[in-house]
Nanobody, 120 residues
Framework: QVQLVESGGGLVQPGGSLRLSCAASGIIFSIYAMGWYRQAPGQQRELVAGITTGGYTNYADSVRGRFAISRDIAKKTLYLQMNSLKPEDTAVYYC??????????????WGQGTQVTVSS
């Protein structure tokens, strides 16, 4: 059974940083693309960042240059380093296992989410 468990969310002031982690179990981590989505209140879920098995990454325009996605295959863990956080980054962040078609990422399995709140 595939499980994705996120951690690292919380309350942070504008301009601050957080690192989200996603521990994967029940999958051969190295053969899957992974990604982070987020959903703010009243809004649709949006792709924040994705990473292929080969290390190719893509980002939403709103986070490019501030966020960085990475993976540790030995630890079966996905990360999202978030810097220069803004109030509009406030959302529930979800870890996903998925696949790429060209440069488009498609999620398949979802974690339960972790809340990130950016506020002074």
């Amino acid at each position: 059974q595939v499980q994705l468990v996120e951690s690292g969310g919380g309350l942070v002031q504008p301009g601050g940083s957080l690192r989200l982690s996603c521990a994967a179990s029940g999958i051969i981590f190295s053969i899957y693309a992974m990604g982070w989505y987020r959903q703010a209140p009243g809004q649709q879920r949006e792709l924040v960042a994705g990473i292929t098995t080969g290390g190719y990454t893509n980002y939403a325009d709103s986070v490019r240059g501030r966020f960085a996605i990475s993976r540790d295959i030995a630890k079966k863990t996905l990360y999202l380093q978030m810097n220069s956080l803004k109030p509009e980054d406030t959302a529930v962040y979800y870890c996903t296992r998925g696949s790429y078609s060209g440069t488009d990422y498609f999620p398949g399995v979802w974690g339960q989410g972790t809340q990130v709140t950016v506020s002074s």
